[in-house]
């Protein structure tokens, strides 16, 4: 299971993932394995993948793409990632692996009930270099099952991946009442915490600003399982 957060506020954007993939043997057998799912993409940009595995190696293929190419601003980085994550996910269609050379991850929904998710999930955070009063960018590309086309979600200031209406609320509000993006980090960090009960989802856990002075990432001690 992944779990992502990604927050944007006046004074920047938080991102937090934790690191557990799952891998689906031929016998069925399930297996867990660590994956770094948050990319730096350029000087103030970076994205998050959950969902299917080939999130990730799609998520790659972009990361490569925006740096040979030093695409700069988070609305060229999304005019290039539509097409791009679109070509990617019809390659992996065509050219389907089969079920024991593949992973994929699993999710649960608001309701706490476990499910496999086959759909995509990429979140695309940034600065815009171009707008002065809301700077700070996230946008949502994937699909919820596999097979469906890539597509553009709306999108609000905080995102929780799965969906956990607690989270969401609690980030609201320390989001209205002015918190800092240290705060921020706190709160999400216990969350992720609170969640690697799950052997599911678990360390290292990964943590990321971005800000006027750019794309940081946070370093934090936790205890590896």
Same mark, same amino acid.
């Given at each position: 299971?992944?779990?992502?957060?990604?927050?944007?506020?006046?004074?920047?954007?938080?991102?937090?993932?934790?690191?557990?993939?799952?891998?689906? /043997?031929?016998? @069925? /057998?399930?297996?867990?394995?660590?994956?770094?799912?948050?990319?730096?993409?350029?000087?103030?940009?970076?994205?998050?993948?959950?969902?299917? %595995?080939?999130?990730?190696?799609? %998520?790659?293929?972009?990361?490569?793409?925006?740096?040979?190419?030093?695409?700069?601003?988070?609305?060229?980085?999304?005019?290039?990632?539509?097409?791009?994550?679109? /070509? =990617?996910?019809?390659?992996?269609?065509? =050219?389907?692996? $089969?079920?024991?050379?593949?992973?994929?991850?699993? $999710?649960?929904?608001?309701?706490?009930?476990?499910?496999?998710?086959? %759909?995509?999930?990429?979140?695309?955070?940034?600065?815009?270099?171009?707008?002065?009063?809301?700077?700070?960018?996230?946008?949502?590309? @994937?699909?919820?099952?596999? %097979?469906?086309?890539?597509?553009?979600?709306?999108?609000?200031?905080?995102?929780?991946?799965?969906?956990?209406?607690?989270?969401?609320?609690?980030?609201?509000?320390?989001?209205?009442?002015?918190?800092?993006? /240290?705060?921020?980090?706190?709160?999400?960090?216990?969350?992720?915490?609170?969640?690697?009960?799950?052997?599911?989802?678990?360390?290292?856990?990964?943590?990321? $600003?971005?800000?006027?002075? @750019?794309?940081?990432?946070?370093?934090?001690?936790?205890? =590896?399982?």
């Amino acid at each position: 299971m992944t779990q992502v957060i990604a927050c944007s506020t006046r004074e920047g954007i938080v991102l937090a993932t934790d690191s557990v993939a799952t891998r689906f /043997d031929p016998p @069925g /057998d399930t297996r867990h394995f660590k994956l770094k799912k948050l990319l730096r993409l350029n000087s103030h940009a970076a994205m998050v993948s959950a969902g299917a %595995g080939i999130g990730v190696e799609m %998520g790659n293929a972009f990361q490569r793409f925006v740096q040979d190419r030093k695409v700069d601003g988070i609305e060229e980085i999304l005019r290039f990632a539509f097409p791009l994550l679109t /070509d =990617e996910y019809g390659k992996y269609l065509k =050219e389907k692996r $089969t079920p024991s050379s593949c992973y994929r991850e699993e $999710t649960e929904n608001a309701h706490e009930e476990a499910f496999p998710l086959t %759909g995509i999930y990429i979140i695309l955070a940034g600065c815009s270099f171009k707008d002065r009063l809301q700077p700070y960018r996230l946008h949502l590309l @994937g699909n919820d099952e596999e %097979g469906e086309p890539i597509r553009i979600y709306p999108t609000t200031p905080i995102l929780v991946i799965p969906r956990s209406l607690s989270m969401e609320r609690r980030l609201a509000a320390q989001r209205e009442g002015g918190a800092s993006l /240290d705060q921020l980090l706190s709160l999400s960090e216990s969350f992720l915490k609170k969640r690697s009960e799950d052997e599911e989802v678990g360390p290292p856990f990964h943590f990321a $600003t971005i800000t006027s002075g @750019g794309f940081k990432e946070v370093m934090k001690k936790e205890g =590896e399982r």
